[in-house]
């Protein structure tokens, strides 16, 4: 009784909070419309983010309307693209474990119509392509993930899609998965025609999407690409509140880094003010702090690693996270690089290895489904006696590992740039953010990661070359005060779902590029050549 009393209480507490911060949206979005510019050009700025929010505010769904509103504002028309049960399986309502649940497209578009209220908004349905799917309904799921059609490469786009909605990377080829992905393939495939059909009247001057990768948005983007309209993508920020936007693929997080840029001495102050805390594990990122405790070494380890001449730690990260596409270049995936590992680790019985899951694939409602514990333990990695492994809810000190290793691996991993920062030798099996600089060893083929990874492991020290720790010093001040747009004067926390947020009261005012160096670097790359990026 008292549990469900609790949970009655907790319900009309968060549609309290989301009512009442709907109503501020709304309120918001009058001011503008009462007191945006006169209109200077005709053509609009169309925003489309199906895949950041259901019945509330995510902080990417926040970023999308804030940036919105400040292009209205600045008088240009602003079109929201917006999905009217269009799509019949979508990215955040599809239940993972039961393709016949459907999504909860009733709250989603009563969502939509509460905080687009008072904007232009063009909704899309769900159509039916009887070609397509016959096409589709025999095919494989290997075969589905290269499907192209009309030259749209609707199965790659499905493919990234449904790995990350069923938290895994390899898919198994039965019923349920081949639903799901003839579901993505059509919903692509819907939104590609009439995104192109509106697109074709209103001729936009810029398109603004999320992510990117997620077949809604990647299908929009194609379409942007095709005709020549200047679309960007955007997706969360490094610092807690800021939000990355880019006119190439977000979660490649694409820099252009002036090679003159240096840190002045107050820049690099800053800058291991940033890092203090970050080493102790006080950072967060939309909204999620990774890292609730960090433990030190215990003594089992410390009395284990005693019998070896060296320790290098291993990094991992989330198979599933849209990133890895970008990052296997060198593998064709990062549990083929761990196979990798296991073979070298089998060939140094000297050194001691040192696997580190990533703490975000035990993230509570993101759990992996196929997490690198379930690789290690279907493997006999564990069977070496120089390999320990630590799962991802088991809070070790990261950094602690770092400075007592002899050479650091990981995949694509941040934490391989914060190596490189403590002044360990990092090699990288996978493309990473950090590697757009020279900031680590990054191989250009598998044969020469090997023979530069078995030299490493041989060699009494690795030599860092300086411009590494450099590099990298200049490459996350960039990436943290330069890219990352900071939205945290206009929004907070909701309190009610980890990394949603609610607005907070300001005056319409300081949604113009006067009043806000974010508004005005926005403005400057959504209607005009910037490049979203705050002046360092």
């Not at 920020?237 to 997080?253: H, K, V």
């Not at 291993?314 to 599933?320: D, G, R, Y």
Request: aromatic fraction near 12%.
């Amino acid at each position: 009784m008292k549990l469900t009393y609790q949970r009655i209480s907790n319900g009309i507490h968060q549609r309290w909070v989301h009512f009442w911060n709907n109503r501020r949206w709304q309120v918001l979005i009058k001011s503008i419309n009462r007191n945006a510019l006169g209109i200077d050009d005709s053509r609009p700025v169309i925003f489309f983010n199906a895949s950041t929010r259901l019945q509330a505010m995510s902080q990417n769904a926040a970023y999308s309307l804030l940036t919105a509103l400040a292009v209205r504002l600045a008088g240009v028309p602003v079109i929201q693209f917006v999905c009217q049960s269009g799509l019949r399986r979508c990215v955040l309502g599809s239940n993972r474990d039961d393709f016949s649940i459907t999504p909860p497209c009733d709250k989603c578009v009563r969502q939509s119509r509460d905080v687009f209220n008072g904007i232009d908004t063009r909704w899309f349905e769900q159509r039916d392509f009887p070609e397509l799917e016959g096409a589709l309904s025999r095919l494989t799921i290997k075969e589905m993930m290269d499907f192209t059609y009309q030259g749209a490469p609707l199965g790659f786009w499905a493919l990234n899609s449904l790995r990350w909605v069923l938290r895994r990377h390899s898919l198994p080829d039965n019923d349920q998965t081949r639903a799901f992905m003839r579901a993505f393939i059509v919903g692509a495939w819907n939104v590609c025609q009439q995104f192109n059909d509106m697109v074709e009247r209103e001729h936009p001057r810029a398109v603004v999407v999320f992510n990117g990768m997620f077949y809604p948005e990647a299908a929009a983007r194609h379409v942007c690409l095709q005709k020549g309209i200047r679309v960007i993508t955007h997706e969360v920020g490094l610092r807690p509140y800021t939000a990355f936007f880019t006119t190439g693929e977000a979660t490649a997080y694409p820099m252009q880094i002036d090679p003159g840029f240096q840190l002045s001495p107050e820049m690099n102050k800053r800058l291991d003010d940033y890092l203090s805390s970050r080493f102790q594990g006080n950072f967060s990122m939309a909204g999620i702090r990774f890292w609730p405790e960090i433990k030190t070494l215990d003594d089992a380890f410390l009395a284990k690693a005693e019998r070896f001449e060296k320790i290098v730690p291993v990094f991992t990260n989330v198979i599933f996270d849209t990133s890895q596409v970008h990052a296997n270049t060198i593998f064709p995936h990062m549990f083929a690089w761990l196979e990798n590992v296991r073979e070298v680790a089998r060939a140094h019985p000297t050194v001691l290895f040192v696997l580190r899951a990533h703490p975000d694939e035990s993230r509570p409602g993101k759990e992996s489904r196929e997490s690198v514990g379930g690789w290690v333990r279907a493997s006999d990695i564990l069977d070496l006696p120089n390999v320990v492994f630590y799962e991802s809810n088991e809070f070790v000190n990261s950094y602690e590992l770092i400075r007592r290793s002899h050479l650091v691996m990981v995949y694509n991993s941040t934490i391989g740039l914060e190596a490189t920062l403590l002044g360990k030798p990092v090699i990288a099996g996978g493309k990473a953010r950090f590697t757009q600089l020279e900031t680590s060893f990054y191989p250009s083929s598998r044969e020469e990661y090997n023979r530069t990874l078995n030299s490493f492991l041989t060699a009494d020290k690795v030599e860092v070359p300086p411009q590494f720790q450099h590099n990298a010093r200049r490459f996350l001040y960039y990436q943290l005060y330069a890219t990352s747009l900071e939205f945290d004067e206009f929004l907070e926390d909701d309190r009610v779902w980890k990394g949603y947020v609610k607005l907070k009261q300001f005056p319409f005012e300081r949604l113009s590029p006067q009043r806000s160096q974010t508004v005005s670097v926005l403005l400057d790359g959504i209607l005009g050549e910037g490049d979203l990026t705050y002046p360092v």
